[in-house]
Each structure stands twice: as C-alpha cells, then as structure tokens.
C-alpha cells in the first residue's frame, strides 16, 4: 500500500467519511514532508534544545532568546535608543532576539529571482510573528559547478532575487556563505536565515488564546500564486520542472513586505495581537488551522471574506494559495476595527475572515462547508516515516602528487575559496545602522544597543565535508561557526540549522541524512549550544542526482561592544607596534603532530583522491572559549579563521598591498600542511605572543608562524619548498567570481 493510500485509509477512519477535495488538498499539503517532516522528525530528538536563554524553543515561527545585557532598552525601527532615564531595567525590557531560517530550494531552481525572493519575504514574516523587527538576514546558497553555464544562471538569479528583496524591504543582508559542487546542478540550495529584535512585553506566539477572538487577514490580496507549494517542496524535481511548476512558485512584492513589517510594528506597539502566524506553506489553510490547534481550539473560517485580487477563486485556492507578504492575527473584537484602521493606514488589506472556537476548524464557502476537520489532527496527525538507512562507507586515502605552486594557485583561485565580494556588494549591509563587522569577515556583527552588546552571526555548511563524512563533516560545521564566532571575540548563544538532504526513501540518502543530524547534534551538544528552531528540507534529488547531505547552521554569538579585530593584517601605520608584531596559529593539532588528513578538502575537490576526514579537537568548547578571549585582548591586531582551502587561503586573504607575511611552516607533508581544513584553527596578529600562550595554555597547540612585512609580498616556507606571491597576485587570483560575471 502506497503511502497516499494509507493516508487516505487514516483519514476516512478519522473523519468517519470520506474527505471533501478541500479537506484532501489540504491533508496532502499539510501532511506533506514539507510540512510534517514525516520523515525527519523521528531524528530531531538528537538536538538539545533547552537552556537559561532559551525563551520560545522549537515548533513556532521563529525562535526567542533572551540576549545578556548590561541594561535594557528598546530602539525604533532606525536603532535609536529608548530606555529608562535612570538606565534601569525591568523584566518587561529585557532583550530578547528571534532566530529563524527556511529553505526556498525547489522554488529557486524553477525561478530564481522570485523563489529565492520570496524565501527572503517568508522568512522576515515568521520574524514578524514573534513580535519583533527584522534586524539581519543571512544567506546560504549552494550551486553546481561554476563553469557551468545553468549554475551560474541560478546563481546571478538568486543573488538578484535576494537583494532586491531584502534591499526593497531595509533588512541588511550580513552574513552566509556560498558553495559550488557539481552534485548540486539539478537541484541548488538558498536557505536564509533571520534575526530579529524584540522585548520581553512585545513577544507573541502562534498559540491560539481564546474562542470568540476574531481571525483576521493582514496583507496583500490573495491571488492562485503558490498553490501546491507545500507538496510541491516534497517531491523530487523531474526534468521539465522550471517549465511544469512554474505555477507552484510565489511572486513576491518587497514593498508590500516593508508596508507589512511597519504596520505590524504598530500592531505590536498598541498590543492589539493575541496571537498571530504568517501564511507560508499551504497559506491560509496552513497558517490559521496551525495557530488553532497550538491552542488546542478550533476555527470558523469564511473564505469568501478573504480579500482577493483575481476573480472567481473556488474555496480551495482560496483556502491553499501562497500568495506573499500576508498575516493571520487573532485580535480580540473590540480591538478590530482598530487594526483595520492601521492596516488601512499602511494600504494593506484587512479580513475578518472568522473567529477562534472551541469545536473543529471549519471553513465555508459559498454556503457549503468545505472543511470540518479536528485542527490537530490535520496539524499533528500525519504518521512518522520507519525508513531503512545504511551506514556511509569509510573514505579511501588516494592522494595526488602536485607542484606546490599549481596547488595553492587551483586551492585559493576556486570559486569556493575565492572573495565573494561581488555577492554581498550587491547587498545593503549598512540599512538600519547596526552593522558593526560587514560581511567578507568571519562573522558579521551588528550592534544591539538595546543590550549594549555586540551581536555575531555566522551562518554555512560545507558540502565537500559532509560529502567525505556525513557525521564528522558535520560535526565539523558546528565548530566551524563556532569558530568564526571566536575568531571575532563573541561566545555562541544559540543556532537554527536548516537540514538538507535527497530523496529519504533512499537507503543511503537517508544514511547520509541522519549522519550530518547526529554530528550536528553532537557537536552543538558539546559546545553547549541549544538548536532552538530550524529548517528540513528533502527530496532535494533530481535527475542528475542527490545533493550531498547538507546541514546549513546559522550560528549567533554575544560579545562586549560592536568592534573585533579585523580580518587583514594591521601594518605600522595602522597601530602601536604593528610592524613588530607576530602571527601566530592557535588550534592546529594535525600540524603539532604531524600526521594530516586532506578528506573534504577543496584541494582533493580540485585535483582529485580521497582521504579521511580530520580529527577535531577533544575538548571543542574549551577551545572556542581561549580563541574568543584572545580575540578580545588589547593586544591582538587581528584574527581570522582557518577553514576552507586550509591554511593557504587563510594567509591569502590576509595580506594586503601594504602588509605582507613571511611564513616558515616546520613540516615534511607540504599539502597537508597548507590545505588540510580542520576547523578550530584561528591566526592571531598579536604583539605580545607570550600573552597568547599563557591565555591559551594546554587548551591548543600554539606555533610561531613568522611576521607582517612591509612590502605586500607572501612568502610561505614549507620544509624546504617556499612560495612567493604578492598581494595584487592574490587579489587577481581570487576575483573569479567577479571576473565572470561582470
């Protein structure tokens, strides 16, 4: 029996009769993968989730958590500061952040402009939700080969896609990160990620509070855009989709969205919302049978007082059209004309479409009842997916023997090693003057004066890691955020992750899948960082292939002020001692020892062979806590990151034409010292490295690796092979992204 038809078997037995077509639509989508992750949610227990900051965890839009702070006060929407005169809190000005993310995979492939777009707008509505004001995105995007033609279409597509949408809407895109691999070709990735800022009295969740409240619709009209999205995100993408499901895609219209955002900003402000949810997946069906039954209430729903922007809409579509930038709120009826008076105000339009009850959720049209069904069991009633899963095989060690000179230039010219300047210059980082550290750095930092601390957000995966291990490399992306937090002196708060993977009815794709939640999970667990919320996403398989298992991971972090150290070195001119200084690799285990492992290396990526994955570090928290207090001592010029492409790309990115480095790497293996990528690996400029050592103690090995010229030359030494190569070398070397498309 097929799993349709035993759904149809549980449903009749549910209802006691047949399912009218309204109610099956609505049963396919909500009990979707998409939707009831039938398939994943029996994994999920891996992941803590709990802990003191922890205020909404998992199962809302959007995650909340409470932020340390010196003292509270809350700002506008332009980030100035409205506080207590005295400078004093109060339990109902306590900062609080949103995190969230989703993935807009299928949709982008199809269209990439308005998919990747209408991600954006999804994501910055669950932040609404909450009750708080969208304050940072950050981007994720995974994409086949660069040379090839339709990858590179996808990318430009959905790079435009998310800054004219975030730019439209004045939400600055700060952090992500991007990766080619060919495995992606059929099938590209773009999960965003948002913050968002709110206080302890503003928050609201999408718990249904009391029958008799009124249901109303905020937003744009509702159109027969996105329909069958939700189980449209479930199914594998078949050759002619960017033609065929074109319909399945939402358009997006950012200026709606911004109008959307300011009028909840009132809405909030004047507590006139019980409770509210964004309609996303499945649209108004989704949103207002999902808010009921968190209640654990139910619905009268009128669809024909939907406001609508296309004529002779059947109930259905109505009841199952994504159609953008709308809001389902639950407002207590003396308060209704008065949220319409608002929305009115900001031109969007306003429905009563119903009122919470406490029988089934029920909705109307034309005189007929089109839906009456009990809300959580179409919430929470889809049975979970007992699927076969195999074990991934141990990788092989088949290494290539290179030139020194042919691998660093291949490893630091690949499109995912080089700059991707031409990505985030196209985005409006600066809006809302809260970002401290732009993107190009290891984290973005953003100002949260309402705290007077300062925000970190990194966010990525990293495809060729997972794809060697799935549990290691993921394990491994955990640090890796963690470690690009550090690497600017904050200390990891909390994470949302966004789960990608192929078809699960696959028993190797499922093995690969399960492997990167159990090292996710793992690794978060030991760096004591809850998973508050997040994203899955499957059936990303298409006809060339499943997508290798991918567990984006948008990491925050807390630190003192706005500043870090930068990424680049600090020449004389720029500070005290600075052409005194020394650079120095704090974390690297596999060189102290001398035994290295080049598994899900862009070096292998680039020449080809296979290896092992690196070990990580024993103790990864111990070691995310000294990379972050050094950081933030005064004598530390600057700090960056070793990771993808390892240590040659590292030093790369830091020379500048004014300050370059001679480096001496005591080693007989050239490749594996250069190009191996374990992570927990930072470079520190500091002019006191005794300091350091102390600070660091047994928690990482610390080794000298030379000092900053003056002449913007990089001179690395590795045993007894050197390379030399200058600043404007690397910078031309790096620039293939932005030579190619411009």
Request: one cysteine or more.
């Amino acid at each position: 029996m097929s799993e349709a038809d035993s759904d149809h078997e549980l449903i009749v037995a549910e209802l006691g009769r047949e399912p009218t077509p309204a109610e099956a639509a609505l049963f396919e989508n909500l009990w979707s993968e998409h939707c009831a992750y039938r398939s994943s949610r029996p994994l999920l227990s891996a992941f803590e989730s709990e802990g003191e900051q922890v205020i909404v965890g998992p199962g809302d839009d959007a995650a909340v958590v409470a932020v340390p702070s010196s003292s509270s006060s809350f700002s506008s929407a332009d980030g100035s500061v409205d506080g207590n005169e005295d400078g004093g809190t109060d339990d109902d000005e306590d900062v609080y952040i949103t995190l969230g993310i989703e993935s807009h995979n299928h949709p982008s492939y199809v269209d990439p402009f308005d998919g990747a777009a209408t991600g954006v707008g999804g994501i910055v509505r669950d932040t609404l939700s909450m009750g708080a004001y969208p304050v940072a995105l950050a981007d994720s995007l995974y994409f086949g080969s660069f040379d090839r033609e339709h990858s590179r279409y996808l990318f430009e597509g959905v790079v435009d896609g998310i800054s004219h949408y975030g730019n439209c809407i004045g939400v600055p895109t700060v952090a992500g990160s991007v990766d080619f691999h060919p495995d992606y070709e059929g099938n590209p990735l773009v999960n965003v990620a948002c913050v968002g800022l709110l206080t302890a009295d503003r928050l609201v969740t999408a718990v249904a509070q009391e029958p008799g409240n009124k249901l109303v619709l905020v937003g744009n009209a509702t159109g027969r855009d996105g329909l069958g999205g939700a189980s449209f995100a479930s199914e594998d993408l078949a050759e002619d989709a960017e033609t065929e499901d074109r319909p399945a895609v939402q358009v997006g219209d950012p200026y709606a969205e911004k109008l959307l955002i300011e009028a909840n900003e009132v809405l909030v402000e004047e507590n006139l919302v019980e409770s509210a949810r964004d309609l996303g997946a499945a649209g108004l069906g989704g949103a207002s049978s999902e808010l009921v039954a968190k209640g654990g209430l139910g619905a009268a729903i009128d669809l024909e007082a939907v406001h609508q922007r296309e004529p002779n809409m059947t109930g259905l579509e109505i009841l199952l059209a994504e159609s953008q930038e709308r809001m389902c709120y639950e407002v207590t009826p003396e308060n209704v004309d008065r949220v319409r008076e608002i929305a009115e105000r900001f031109d969007l339009g306003c429905s009563v479409i119903g009122e919470v009850t406490d029988g089934n959720y029920v909705c109307t049209f034309d005189g007929e009842t089109v839906v009456d069904v009990d809300a959580e069991f179409l919430g929470e009633g889809a049975p979970m997916n007992d699927l076969a899963w195999e074990e991934p095989s141990e990788p092989k060690t088949e290494l290539p023997e290179l030139a020194l000179e042919d691998a660093f230039e291949a490893v630091v010219g690949s499109p995912n090693t080089a700059s991707k300047r031409w990505i985030y210059r196209q985005y409006d980082h600066e809006v809302g003057v809260r970002t401290s550290v732009p993107p190009g750095d290891d984290a973005a930092i953003i100002a949260l004066r309402e705290a007077e601390t300062g925000l970190a957000i990194s966010s990525g995966a990293a495809p060729n890691w997972t794809s060697a291990d799935p549990i290691t490399g993921a394990r491994a992306v955990g640090l890796e955020n963690a470690t690009n937090l550090a690497a600017k002196g904050a200390t990891p708060l909390a994470a949302v992750d966004c789960l990608n993977g192929g078809n699960p009815e696959k028993p190797d794709v499922y093995g690969g899948f399960k492997g990167i939640v159990d090292g996710l999970a793992e690794m978060c667990a030991e760096l004591s960082v809850p998973i508050v919320g997040g994203n899955v996403s499957l059936y990303n398989d298409s006809v060339s292939g499943p997508i290798p298992p991918t567990p984006t991971l948008a990491m925050v972090g807390t630190k003192a002020g706005y500043t870090a150290p930068p990424l680049e070195l600090v020449g004389a001119d720029d500070a005290d001692d600075g052409e005194n200084s020394t650079l120095l690799l704090i974390g690297d285990d596999a060189l102290e020892a001398g035994a290295f492992a080049l598994g899900g290396s862009e070096y292998l990526a680039q020449h080809g062979g296979s290896d092992r994955f690196p070990t990580l570090p024993d103790d990864p928290a111990a070691r995310i806590e000294t990379i972050a207090t050094v950081a933030n001592t005064e004598q530390t010029l600057a700090t960056h990151d070793v990771s993808h492409g390892g240590l040659a790309v590292a030093l790369a990115e830091m020379v500048t034409d004014d300050v370059g480095l001679e480096v001496t790497i005591s080693s007989d293996d050239t490749a594996g010292a250069l190009f191996h990528e374990q992570p927990g690996r930072v470079l520190v400029q500091t002019t006191d490295p005794d300091a350091v050592r102390e600070a660091i103690g047994d928690s990482a090995p610390v080794i000298d690796l030379g000092r900053p010229t003056t002449d913007g030359t990089l001179t690395i030494t590795v045993g007894d092979e050197t390379l030399e190569t200058t600043a404007s070398e690397l910078a031309s070397l790096r620039s293939v992204i932005e030579d190619e498309l411009e």
